[in-house]
């Protein structure tokens, strides 16, 4: 499988302390759901950089934590970019009271999660969402 998660920052001076790591992580849980990994690409920027994203792309006039684009051509197929504000990880995480790693580590792979086709708009989509973030991170080796 030719692999390919990339991440890069925009605005702000951002880089994961773990990156090689974080990847084979992402790929595991994508390889567990029987899909086929092409290309996966992070942007970590600030809340004006995405909120902009989120005005122009999205017509939302909101600040947001993540926002998934999904690129993928083919079915069974994982190819997007995702958009992460750090200055939002950085509040949830303060909010939640969990350290800034685990909540950038959920919101990371919650984009995984739209990829593979799950979904948080009703409550009960949201709690699936919830469950399979937490199990996720379980899997985490670092």
Not at 38 to 54: A, E, G, K, M, R
Request: glycine share 2%.
């Amino acid at each position: 499988m030719d692999q390919q998660i990339e991440f890069f920052s925009e605005d702000i001076d951002f880089s994961l302390s773990n990156p090689d790591q974080i990847s084979d992580w992402i790929a595991q849980i994508i390889e567990q759901r029987d899909q086929e990994l092409v290309n996966l690409t992070y942007i970590f920027c600030s809340d004006d950089y995405l909120h902009s994203i989120n005005v122009e792309y999205l017509d939302h006039d909101t600040l947001t934590d993540i926002i998934t684009f999904d690129n993928a051509d083919e079915e069974g197929t994982i190819e997007g970019d995702i958009f992460i504000s750090i200055d939002r990880v950085r509040d949830n995480a303060a909010t939640h009271s969990t350290s800034f790693e685990d909540e950038l580590h959920r919101v990371i792979i919650h984009g995984v999660l739209h990829l593979l086709g799950f979904k948080d708009k009703t409550p009960e989509q949201e709690a699936t969402m919830r469950k399979l973030e937490d199990s996720s991170l379980s899997l985490r080796k670092f």
